[in-house]
């Protein structure tokens, strides 16, 4: 079978002729593929805009109402990042036929009547290239992830977050909106460690990432910017009072018991909150973030201070 096992392939076959399409049904379905057929390149247009259509597709050249060459014209404008793999059937054998139908798209092309043996194997490469192609963009999804989060908690890293800031920073400009930026820290985190070995340390890490996550607005964002800080950013709308978010996040994390290997821990933070402004930079809004959670740090630990 040239599906391979455990990955079932889809196909798109297009074709007018109610024959060739019945046959090119039963010939790809006995080898494994999954097919959807469709009889002219109105349908078969209709189909390929569909984001989860099959991305093999068998196209016929000559059929009624939009032929071949202009379906793949159109769908290459589309310019999708899981671009389909297009092999044309075709009774042309003119060159120029041939070449028309590469430059508008096409992957590979056939010429009819067709030999089985090559129609499997040229529908095995772009199997072969669709996988490949597949992965490629799955390994790069990988490394974007791995460039902006932190592998640790999952959260944004230093570099995640700060950019997330300058986003937030720029849309506020825009739309004279405000931002809250909060910079956090774990207290004695470093007891934890001392007393527990970092593989619990690294778990209440992962734990106290997870109720911050929970306990802001689906529009406030955080990351770890090293060890056990982590930032904060929170839009303000007009007239909102920032206040309860920061303190609410006090009380959620003291009253939080986690469980780790070592026994249950319970961790407070410290939180300094900065209002920021157009004019302030980013160099700007971290020194403040930071100097007014050093002051919450002296103050007793385990509440939040805000900027003046």
Known sequence: MLAR????????VVEDDVSSRSLLVNILQNEGYEVQACA??????????IPDSPLLVLLDWCMPEMDGLEV???????????PHYILMLTSRVEKSDVIAGLEAGANDYLTKPYDIGELRARLATGQRMIEIQSSLIASRDV??????????TGLLNRSGIIERLRQELSRGKRYHSNLAVGMCDIDHFKQVNDLHGHQTGD??????ARVLSDNLRPYDAVGRIGGEEFLITAPIQEKFNIVPVFSRLCEQIAGHKIETESGIISVTISIGVVNTDPEMTI????AAADS??????????NRVVYSQ
Do not use: P
């Not at 778990?203 to 106290?208: E, S």
């Open 5 to 12: 096992m455990g990955t079932v392939m889809r196909v798109l």
């Open 40 to 49: 002219n390149g109105a349908e078969a247009w209709a189909t390929l805009q």
């Open 72 to 82: 793949v014209t159109r769908l290459r404008a589309l310019r999708s990042e899981h």
């Open 143 to 152: 490394m974007a992830e791995l460039a902006t989060h932190d592998t640790l």
């Open 203 to 208: 778990a209440v890490l992962r734990a106290f």
């Open 283 to 286: 160099e700007k809004i971290l």
């Open 292 to 301: 007014a959670m050093y002051e919450a740090k002296r103050a007793g630990r």
